[in-house]
């Protein structure tokens, strides 16, 4: 039996290492798992959700470091699959911040902070992005130098560069423009279905 949810998680994901700053803020159901979290900040941030990722955090009963990801069989890997473990056994006013990396070559380090714990709102469908800031980063631009790199060959029409990456990217691309309402937000049951096939 489906657990019923009354309460609602308000998270400020910010993405390390950029500014001016990157950040989204997101309010998602307490019964979602990690990796319905996953999902969610892929979807608000811009992300395609083509890498692997992984959730950092104190286990909130041992203090202890845990890993949140995708367990990985050909991996000496003792992660916990972000499927079975909840938000809401970890995340807590106490116990409010994660490091969530996508993507292991380009590191895209994100700050994750539990800034609210609220009634659910019976007219509201979850999850919402409700703010943000900037543009995300393309996928596989080569991590923060890449992307350095990227927004300076954007800034110089006349650069040799500036004509293919435009291409790449298409002309809509505007790293300062954010729009909450341009999110949607994909059912993480039907994408885990995709992962486990």
């Not at 994901?13 to 892929?42: C, K, M, N």
């Not at 990801?69 to 000496?76: R, V």
Request: glycine letters at 6%.
């Amino acid at each position: 039996m489906k657990k019923p949810c009354n309460h609602v998680y308000q998270f400020k994901i910010t993405l390390d290492g950029i500014t001016p700053s990157i950040w989204r803020r997101i309010q998602v159901p307490e019964t979602y798992s990690f990796y319905d979290l996953h999902v969610a900040i892929q979807d608000a941030m811009g992300w395609s959700d083509s890498h692997l990722y992984q959730f950092e955090m104190n286990d909130p009963k041992t203090g202890e470091a845990v890993e949140i990801s995708i367990p990985d069989e050909d991996w000496e890997d003792d992660a916990l699959a972000g499927w079975d473990v909840k938000i809401a056994d970890y995340f807590s006013i106490k116990n409010p911040e994660a490091l969530y990396i996508y993507d292991f070559g380009d590191n895209w380090e994100h700050t994750i902070k539990l800034e609210k714990i609220l009634p659910r709102d019976e007219k509201a469908e979850y999850p919402i992005c409700l703010d943000g800031k900037r543009a995300c980063p393309p996928d596989d631009c080569g991590g923060f130098p890449g992307y350095e790199d990227l927004l300076m060959t954007l800034s110089d029409p006349d650069s040799e560069e500036y004509e293919e990456t435009i291409d790449w990217l298409g002309d809509d691309f505007d790293p300062e423009h954010f729009d909450p309402a341009d999110v949607y937000f994909d059912d993480p049951t039907e994408r885990r279905k995709f992962i486990l096939r």
